[in-house]
């Protein structure tokens, strides 16, 4: 049989973060880890390090928490949004203007898990997209009812994509992606959500992407930051079920 693996092209450039304090519910505020120091405090220095930010540029960090593995102990994910670097390094180019009209794509948007258990970051992760919104993080039981896995949507220009990933043996892996909508401010757009039901072949949900209605582009608003509500439109449009033998999403080829 015919499987389909979906991997859906994302532009790739080379390219390369403001620390402030949020008020979403899932967001990790005060606990501390590294002995003494709060999880902010010692994501913020490691970042810092691993990514090279000079001490006068201002990036994003959010911190997010949730038991992400099997072992019980609650670990985080910590993105990083460097918009101000990216528009500084933009002016600097000869392209400036072609830069700016492509919403400064490039690795500007990064997250690191932090496991609970070992007390660690991670190395970074690039999620090559435009900084002019960071990444957005939510978490859902996929692979297993005993702990999360993670969701991550991020923006290029006028579409949105949604990338899975869970934790295996202390590290994120991505397992699969999906558009969240595409099209925005055209006349040919496309929207989807997303449920889960029980898995084909073992304990790994099933993905359902369901059809959406993608709310129209108001009047005046920039395409490439707005961020549209889709409506659910109750059709499945695919069904992706997790392959153990890839080790990710696959759907039947139905040519």
Same mark, same amino acid.
């Given at each position: 049989m015919k499987y389909l693996f979906l991997v859906l092209p994302l532009f790739i450039w080379s390219c390369k973060e403001q620390v402030a304090a949020d008020e979403q519910s899932n967001i990790e505020q005060q606990p501390a880890?590294?002995?003494? =120091?709060?999880?902010?405090?010692?994501?913020?220095?490691?970042?810092?390090?691993?990514?090279?930010? =000079?001490?006068?540029?201002?990036?994003?960090?959010?911190?997010?928490?949730?038991?992400?593995?099997?072992?019980?102990?609650?670990?985080a994910i910590i993105t990083v949004n460097r918009l101000d670097f990216a528009m500084k390094e933009a002016m600097a180019s000869p392209n400036a203007?072609?830069?700016?009209?492509?919403?400064?794509?490039? @690795?500007?948007?990064? +997250?690191?898990?932090?496991?609970?258990?070992?007390?660690m970051l991670? *190395? *970074?992760?690039?999620? *090559?997209?435009? *900084?002019?919104?960071?990444?957005?993080?939510?978490?859902?039981?996929?692979?297993?009812?005993?702990?999360?896995?993670?969701?991550?949507?991020?923006?290029?220009?006028?579409?949105?994509?949604?990338?899975?990933?869970?934790?295996? @043996?202390?590290?994120?892996?991505r397992i699969f992606q999906f558009k969240n909508f595409d099209g925005l401010g055209t006349n040919l757009t496309e929207a989807y959500h997303f449920e889960y039901g029980a898995g084909s072949y073992?304990?790994?949900? @099933?993905?359902?992407?369901m059809e959406g209605q993608l709310e129209a582009l108001p009047a005046g608003a920039d395409k490439n930051t707005f961020v549209p509500q889709i409506k659910?439109?109750?059709?499945?449009?695919?069904? +992706?079920?997790?392959?153990?033998?890839?080790?990710?999403?696959?759907?039947?080829?139905?040519?």
């Open positions: 880890t590294k002995g003494k =120091q709060s999880l902010t405090t010692y994501a913020d220095r490691m970042v810092r390090a691993k990514l090279g930010i =000079q001490a006068n540029e201002k990036f994003d960090l959010k911190i997010y928490r949730a038991q992400l593995d099997a072992d019980g102990i609650e670990d203007a072609k830069r700016a009209e492509l919403g400064f794509m490039g @690795n500007f948007n990064y +997250f690191f898990f932090f496991d609970g258990k070992l007390d991670s *190395p *970074p992760l690039a999620i *090559p997209s435009s *900084p002019l919104l960071p990444l957005s993080v939510s978490f859902e039981n996929i692979s297993s009812p005993e702990y999360k896995d993670v969701l991550i949507d991020f923006r290029i220009r006028n579409a949105s994509y949604k990338d899975f990933y869970t934790v295996s @043996n202390h590290t994120p892996r073992g304990i790994q949900k @099933n993905i359902f992407v659910p439109i109750e059709k499945i449009k695919y069904t +992706f079920f997790y392959l153990e033998s890839e080790a990710k999403y696959a759907t039947k080829d139905t040519q």
